[in-house]
C-alpha cells in the first residue's frame, strides 16, 4: 500500500475518491467496525477518520447539538445509556469527535406481524440504534455511513441476529 503524498506544506493527499486503510485503498469513507482512514477533505487535504468505543458521556455534546438543537436544558442522557452490553461508538476526524452512536441489546419490538421478522431465530438476538448524531456542518459527508457500517460490522461480530432502529 502506498502512502498518502504529502504537499510542501506536510498535509498529506490522497487521489480524488480514494481512502486508505489498513492495507487497501478503497471507496472514500469505507472503514471497518473500529478503525481508521483516510479521507480526502477540502482542498485535497486528506482528513484521519477513526471509529473508536467512546464513554457515554462523551456522546453528550453532540446530542445536544444535535438532538436537542443546542438546548442547554434539554436531557441528552437516555435511560439504557449504561445498561449492560451498550456501546457508544464515536468518529474522530482529525482528532475532533464528529458523530457518535449508541448500540443497544434489545429484542426486536414484538407488536410487530410476525412476517415483518421472518429470519430472525427464536432467541432475537438482536441490538437497536438507539441514538446518532453527526456534528452540524459535517452531515452529507459519509461519517453517518460509517457510524451505521462501524456499528453494524461490531454487532454482527458478537453474533447479533437483527440491528434495528426507530427513526424521527
Do not use: K
Not at 21 to 33: F, I, K, L, N, S
Request: with cysteine; aromatic share 4%.
Amino acid at each position: 500500500m502506498s502512502d498518502p503524498e504529502r504537499t510542501d506544506r506536510g498535509e498529506r493527499t490522497a487521489p480524488a475518491g480514494q481512502t486508505e486503510r489498513a492495507g487497501h485503498v478503497g471507496p472514500a469513507g469505507h472503514v471497518g467496525p473500529v478503525g481508521q482512514a483516510w479521507q480526502a477533505g477540502e482542498a485535497g487535504h486528506v482528513e484521519q477518520i477513526d471509529v473508536v468505543e467512546i464513554a457515554t458521556a462523551e456522546t453528550y455534546a453532540l446530542r445536544r447539538e444535535v438532538l436537542r438543537n443546542g438546548d442547554a436544558a434539554a436531557a441528552v442522557a437516555f435511560a439504557e445509556d449504561d445498561w449492560p452490553g451498550v456501546v457508544h461508538l464515536g468518529v474522530r476526524v482529525d482528532g475532533h469527535l464528529r458523530g457518535v452512536s449508541s448500540w443497544v441489546p434489545r429484542p426486536f419490538p414484538e407488536t410487530l406481524d410476525e412476517h415483518d421478522v421472518a429470519g430472525l431465530g427464536e432467541t432475537n438476538d438482536a441490538v437497536q440504534l438507539r441514538g446518532m448524531a453527526t456534528a452540524n456542518g459535517r452531515r452529507g459527508t459519509g461519517l453517518g455511513g460509517v457510524l451505521l457500517e462501524a456499528g453494524c460490522a461490531q454487532a454482527r461480530d458478537r453474533g447479533v441476529e437483527l440491528v434495528w432502529a426507530r427513526a424521527r
